[in-house]
Each structure stands twice: as structure tokens, then as C-alpha cells.
């Protein structure tokens, strides 16, 4: 319960709003007050002085009352009653009192607000959910932080949002996540803090706005002791303050930078941390944020051990000039400081302490008891009040002629009602069931046509191919009857001049009859590749095996393997095989530069595997694909007609294979 009570009322100090107005860095803001100065010594319209002491006005609101309540008022005495003006003037009137008189800022915001809501337009929206906002952060300085949510909810962030003010809007997004904060829920909180960090990356990556969400959402982090997002979030806050540096921003900066550490245990980065916030605190002369300050130094030097140190410290912050403003604050430093003292061995002082801490948290629990009695008491009394209401219209119902005819209208609707939906129903399931019957029949048609379309392809390249095969029978028979039965005439007659006794003549006979022998062997290769009469007498293993042969003998190094071919299969799948391994062989001859070819025929069961491969050169079938040339095209036309699989397997300098599966 103790931890609970150091981390949860720890942050309340410095978890406060801070009012919308315009923020200027320290090294600048000499600069920036001198020049809106010197505009006003030049001849202006009204209305651009009333601007310029506003602006004048929002820059002293946080250093200096009575200079902002000057410049402020100098613009009022301006403004044209009932204009846009004059509501800011109470607008800024407030901001000025924002720090010094609770109840006067209040006002002012409030009256503002009410002024506004005649002016149309975005920047009239804009200042009156900025009225709202430092209204609501009034409340939550006064310990009235749910209705610091309330106002965030119903009126700041609708009005950001009507009038388009994403930055706003995700400024509120910030402070609910502040709140929840404040009230120990660090895991609904983290979501604002992140819906925030979201919506001003998307903005820009180097706003202020955007560094205030990753410190805040840092600080989130340490008291959920979840502290890997901690060092990115401080570190994004880092690159943005580099580039515009703030010392309102650096104060908080260097708050969640020394919590960071001191909960690591790295005392001394913490508390270099925190004694540059201090000084910068000093300098700005922001007394609260420097007690925020300095209640984490005493929290690192108890962390750390060092009692009498710590002591001192709690008792120079309860020491402050700057009040207490907030109950939970006064319960952690009385709780603190007894702590301190009893573990300094002052035991009765820590006890009157404690008894100074106990008798404040009894008075805020009394009075958070009252308050709840009456709420549940109103409740009572409007539900007591509800229920006579609800009693009497009951009687006049019950007292009326009329309620039978509409309980009976009422069922006959119902009915009627039932009876539409079932139609309706029945109706959908009749259209569901003729679309899927459609979409079938649909289906069906198109199989059929997928059909003829394959049967007529299938039809086309039958006969294509018996024409070829015709012609090549044809032409075979031709070659060997004809022209080889003209060339063995002409062998024969060159025969009889042989008895000629000329030397010269007869060598000449003798080369020409050589010559005509190699052209009838060479005839007759062309007739057999043509139609070789083996293939048609003993099958294709047979005629494979002569096809090889013959290649041999002209030097091409030619393997032929048959495994298990029983020579069942129809003439006319074989002739279309046989040409398919003419044509792979061919190939493998013309392109590859192989060192040796391998023709393999195994059967196995019902199916014929025919395989031919080289270690050739190779290629890549995924180039190739689509522009594939005439022989790998004829192979392929070859084995869809035979209804065959065609598998082909290659690679640049790796060989080459093919493999044709047809059943038998």
C-alpha cells in the first residue's frame, strides 16, 4: 500500500494542465516581447493593436499578472462593445488571472465562451474550445479533475473537431491520457497517450505538441514499470526540442528523463537530470513545476538510501511558499516526511506527522463520502419520482377503452408481419436456388464447349498428323521405288563401260559408281527415317534402336536403353513416339553440343516412359516458354494427342532432359 501511495500521488503534483497560449523559448522571449512593442509605437488600425496587446498579453500571462492584466485591459478599452473583440478580451483576461485568482480566470473563460457562440466561423470554435480547455484545467488545479474530463469530452474535443483543429484534438487526446493518469489507470491512459502520438505524427513529425505526447507517454511507461518504449519516446522528444527549443517543454522534459533513471537506479544521470530542471524552473520562475522537481530528488536520495538527506529535502518541500493546492499532495508529503522522520530515529515526530496525514485523509474521505450520499440521494429522489410518473400512466392505460383495439391491431400487424417475412424469406431461398441451378447449368455448358473445343483440336491435329504420316509414306515409297530404282539403273549401265580399257576413264567410272553407292545408302536412310519398315515390322523399341545405330555410325556418340517393352501398344501411338524421339534426338544434335545422348524406353505396367537426355549446353525453360520453336512445338503437339504428360528439365550448362508419359 505504500508503494501504491508513492507512485500514484508522486505524479499528481506535476500532472497539471497548463492553459492554451502561445509559447515562446527562453532566448527568444526578450526578442518577441521587444518586437511586438515596437509595432505598437507605429500608427495602426484598431484592430491590429487589440491583436498585438493580446498577444502581448498571452506572452506575460505566465511571467507577469499585472503586465498581462494591462496589456489586456488596453485592448478591451478598444474593442467595439459586442464584438468579436470584446470576447476575447475576457478570454485573455482569463488567461491572465490563470495563476493568481482561480475564481476570476474561471469567469473570464466562462463568459468568453458564452460571448462566442454568436460568432460563426473556425477561429471563434477554436476559442471557445480553448476557453473550455483552461476552464477544465482550473477544475482539475482545484482537485475537481472528473470534471476536468467531462468538459474534455462533452466540449473541448466536439468543438476542436467542428472546427477541423486536428492538433487540438489530439492535445486532448494527451490530457485524458493525463488524467487517467493521475488516476492510477496507466493502461487507459497509455491508450489516449498513444491515439495522440498517432494523430500528430500524422500532422508532422517535429511539432512541439508531438514532443509533450512523447514525454507525457515516457512518464506513462515509468509508472507502468514497462520501461524499453521509455529511452525512444525521450529520445524522439530530444531531436524535437533540438530543433525548437522550449523551456516549458525542457522543464517536463527533464522531469520523466530523471524518473527514467532514478527508477533504473542510475542516481546520478537522475539527478543531473533533475537539477537542470530545477535551475531552468528557477529561471522561469515556475515555482510549482521547480516542487515537482524537487519531490523526485527526494524520492531518488530515499530510493537510494540517504534518509537524512531525503529528510531535508521533503522538509524544504513542504517548506515552500507555493501553496499546497492539491489535497493529494499535502497526504504525500505529510506520509513522506513521517517516513522520513521515523527512519531518522524521530519517532515521535514522525508519529505527529502521521497523525497529520490521517487526519487529512479522513477529511477528504469524508467529504468524498458526502458528495457520494448526495449523488446516490438525487438518484433516489429521481427514480422515486420516475416511478410515480410511470405508475400514473399505467392506471390511465389500463383506464382506457382503447387498449384492447390496439392489442388486437398490434396482433394483426404482428401477424401480417410474420406472414411478409416468411414470403420474403421463401422467395429468397426460391431466387438463391434458381441462381445456384443457373450457375451450375452455366457451369455444365461451359464444360461442354471446353469439350468440343478439345475434341475438335484433338480431331484437327488426328488428322494432321495421319496426313504427315501419309506423305511421309508417300514420299518414302517414292524416294526407294523411284529415285533409288533410277540410281541402281545407272549404277548398272556405268557397270558395263568398266570392260573399257582406258585407264583414265575407268578410274572416273569406278569414283562415279562410288559416289552412286553412297547416294542410294544415303536414299535409303532418308526412306527408313521417313518410314522406317522396322518400326512398322517390329515395333518401336526395335526401330529406336536401328534409329540409333545408324546415328552412331556417323560419329554421334548415341545410348538406347529398352527396359521391359512388351510391344503392345497400338502402330499408330508408336509412330507418333518414335517420331517424338526423332525429332528430342535431332535436337539434342542441331543445338546442344552434347558429348553423349541417352535414349531410355521403360515400361512399367500400363504406362510408356520415353526419356531423352544430354549433357549439352542446356537452356532455361522459363525464357524459352511461349517461344518455344518448331521442334519442342511438335513434341508437344505429338504428346497432348497421345493424351501424354510432358516433363522438361534443364538449366544453362547443366544438360538437358525430357521425359514423355503415355499410356499404353
Given amino acids: 500500500m505504500k508503494k501504491l501511495l508513492f507512485i500514484s500521488l508522486g505524479m499528481l503534483l506535476t500532472c497539471l494542465a497548463r492553459p492554451c497560449h502561445a509559447q515562446n523559448t527562453a532566448g527568444r522571449a526578450d526578442r518577441y516581447s521587444d518586437s511586438l512593442r515596437t509595432i505598437l509605437n507605429r500608427k495602426l488600425p484598431d484592430s491590429t493593436r487589440i491583436a498585438t496587446l493580446f498577444l502581448l498579453s498571452d506572452y506575460w500571462s505566465d511571467r507577469d499578472t499585472s503586465q498581462a492584466l494591462r496589456y489586456v485591459r488596453e485592448a478591451a478599452r478598444l474593442a467595439k462593445p459586442g464584438s468579436f473583440q470584446e470576447a476575447l478580451g475576457y478570454f485573455y483576461t482569463g488567461s491572465a488571472y490563470f495563476d493568481a485568482d482561480y475564481a476570476k480566470s474561471g469567469n473570464a473563460y466562462l463568459a468568453a465562451e458564452k460571448l462566442l457562440r454568436k460568432f460563426p466561423g473556425r477561429d471563434a470554435l477554436i476559442y471557445r474550445a480553448r476557453a473550455w480547455h483552461n476552464f477544465g484545467a482550473l477544475e482539475q488545479r482545484q482537485d475537481r479533475e472528473k470534471r476536468y474530463a467531462e468538459i474534455i469530452l462533452q466540449h473541448v474535443i466536439p468543438l476542436a473537431t467542428q472546427a477541423g483543429d486536428s492538433v487540438r484534438v489530439a492535445n486532448n487526446y494527451h490530457n485524458l491520457g493525463i488524467i487517467f493518469s493521475n488516476q492510477l489507470d496507466y493502461k487507459r491512459a497509455e491508450g489516449y497517450f498513444n491515439t495522440a502520438i498517432s494523430l500528430l505524427q500524422k500532422l508532422g513529425q517535429t511539432s512541439l505538441e508531438l514532443a509533450d505526447a512523447y514525454i507525457f507517454g515516457a512518464k506513462n511507461y515509468v509508472y507502468l514499470k514497462e520501461y524499453p518504449p521509455v529511452k525512444p519516446m525521450l529520445d524522439s522528444a530530444a531531436v524535437i526540442l533540438a530543433i525548437h527549443p522550449n523551456a516549458a517543454y525542457q522543464l517536463d522534459f527533464h522531469m520523466v528523463e530523471g524518473m527514467y533513471h532514478s527508477r533504473l537506479r542510475q542516481y546520478d544521470d537522475a539527478l543531473k537530470s533533475l537539477n537542470k530542471g530545477m535551475a531552468l524552473a528557477r529561471e522561469l520562475k515556475r515555482e510549482y513545476d521547480y516542487q515537482g522537481m524537487l519531490l523526485q530528488v527526494y524520492f531518488t536520495y530515499k530510493s537510494m538510501g540517504n534518509y537524512p538527506k531525503a529528510l531535508g529535502i521533503i522538509r524544504s518541500v513542504i517548506d515552500q511558499k507555493t501553496p499546497l493546492i492539491r489535497s493529494a499532495n499535502r497526504k504525500l508529503y505529510y506520509y513522506e516526511y513521517a517516513q522520513m522522520l521515523e527512519k531518522t530515529g524521530q519517532h515521535k515526530a514522525a508519529y505527529e506527522w502521521l497523525n497529520k496525514y490521517a487526519e487529512l485523509a479522513d477529511s477528504t474521505f469524508e467529504e468524498r463520502t458526502k458528495s457520494e450520499i448526495a449523488a446516490l440521494e438525487a438518484k433516489f429522489q429521481s427514480a422515486e419520482k420516475e416511478k410515480r410518473i410511470y405508475q400514473l400512466q399505467a392506471n ?269
Fill in 396 to 664: 390511465n392505460e389500463k383506464a382506457a377503452l382503447t387498449i384492447k383495439n390496439n392489442r388486437l391491431l398490434n396482433w394483426l400487424l404482428a401477424v401480417v408481419c410474420l406472414f411478409l417475412l416468411a414470403v420474403t424469406v421463401l422467395v429468397l431461398l426460391f431466387y438463391r436456388n434458381n441462381k445456384r441451378l443457373w450457375q451450375q447449368q452455366a457451369q455444365l455448358h461451359e464444360l461442354e464447349m471446353q469439350k468440343i473445343r478439345q475434341d475438335y483440336r484433338i480431331s484437327m491435329l488426328s488428322a494432321m498428323l495421319e496426313g504427315q504420316e501419309q506423305e511421309r509414306t508417300r514420299l518414302a515409297r517414292d524416294l526407294h521405288d523411284g529415285l533409288g530404282g533410277l540410281l541402281s539403273s545407272i549404277k548398272i549401265d556405268l557397270s558395263r563401260e568398266l570392260s573399257v580399257q582406258d585407264d583414265r576413264f575407268k578410274g572416273s567410272v569406278t569414283r562415279t559408281l562410288s559416289h552412286l553407292d553412297d547416294a542410294v545408302n544415303e536414299l535409303r536412310r532418308i526412306a527408313r527415317s521417313l518410314m522406317p519398315e522396322i518400326l512398322m515390322n517390329y515395333g518401336l523399341a526395335e526401330a529406336t534402336r536401328e534409329f540409333c545405330k545408324n546415328l552412331r555410325e556417323t560419329g554421334i556418340n548415341l545410348v538406347c536403353q529398352v527396359f521391359n517393352y512388351r510391344d503392345s501398344m497400338p502402330k499408330e501411338k508408336q509412330i507418333l513416339l518414335y517420331r517424338i524421339i526423332q525429332e528430342l534426338v535431332n535436337n539434342a544434335v542441331k543445338h546442344a553440343a552434347a558429348a553423349q545422348i541417352l535414349v531410355i524406353i521403360q515400361q512399367s505396367g500400363e504406362t510408356l516412359f520415353v526419356t531423352v537426355e544430354d549433357d549439352g549446353r542446356g537452356f532455361d525453360p522459363d525464357r524459352v516458354n511461349g517461344k518455344a520453336g518448331a521442334g519442342l512445338s511438335n513434341v508437344k503437339a505429338r504428346a497432348d494427342f497421345l493424351n501424354a504428360k510432358f516433363e522438361l528439365q534443364s538449366s544453362p550448362q547443366k544438360g538437358t532432359s525430357i521425359t514423355v508419359e503415355c499410356e499404353i
